[in-house]
């Protein structure tokens, strides 16, 4: 089965930088161009995982 980011994932480093806290990670995916992959490296309780991540298009959020 194909591994993927699942929610409650904590993102410790893409493509090899350091993420340290929520604004890094925006910072960071924001610096890339959706349909770019990466190399996520994220904690999952236990577990120390490597995901190869194909970036999206972020949604567009309309305020109200």
Do not use: C, H, W, Y
Not at 8 to 14: E, P, R
Not at 32 to 57: H, I, M, W, Y
Request: no cysteine; hydrophobic share 40%.
């Amino acid at each position: 089965p194909r591994r993927r980011l699942r929610a409650g994932d904590a993102v410790v480093s893409i493509n090899g930088k350091q993420i340290g806290d929520t604004a890094a990670l925006i910072n960071e995916t924001a610096a890339l161009s959706p349909g770019t992959k990466a190399q996520f490296q994220v904690q999952r309780g236990r577990d120390a995982l490597s995901l190869a991540v194909e970036l999206g298009q972020r949604p567009v959020v309309r305020m109200q």
